[in-house]
């Protein structure tokens, strides 16, 4: 190595905010699934807590469908 680095170019950022959103939503999806699996009683929650994880999960899919949707729009503006 010869000490000096280079930032990334314009295309290698995008590329790098498309994965990132894309992984983003694809953690959303699987989260959005587990608040409804949840709320429909399919996975084994108690039935005083059901309610309150399948709220927190839901509220956790929609921020990290937001931040996804923020980085791919980010990666086709670039």
């Known amino acids: ?3 000096t680095s280079r930032p ?3 295309a290698a950022r995008a590329g790098t905010s498309r994965a990132v959103g ?3 939503l694809g953690s959303a999806i ?3 699934t587990l608040a409804a699996l949840a709320y429909a009683g ?4 108690d039935d ?3 309610g309150w994880v399948a709220a ?3 509220v956790a899919a929609v921020i990290d469908g937001a931040i996804g949707i923020y980085f791919l729009r980010a990666a ?3």
């Open 1 to 3: 190595m010869n000490g």
């Open 8 to 10: 990334p170019s314009s």
């Open 22 to 24: 894309m992984a983003m």
């Open 30 to 32: 699987a989260m959005a």
């Open 42 to 45: 399919v996975l084994p929650f």
């Open 48 to 50: 005083a807590i059901r």
């Open 56 to 58: 927190g999960v839901g």
């Open 76 to 78: 086709s503006q670039s």
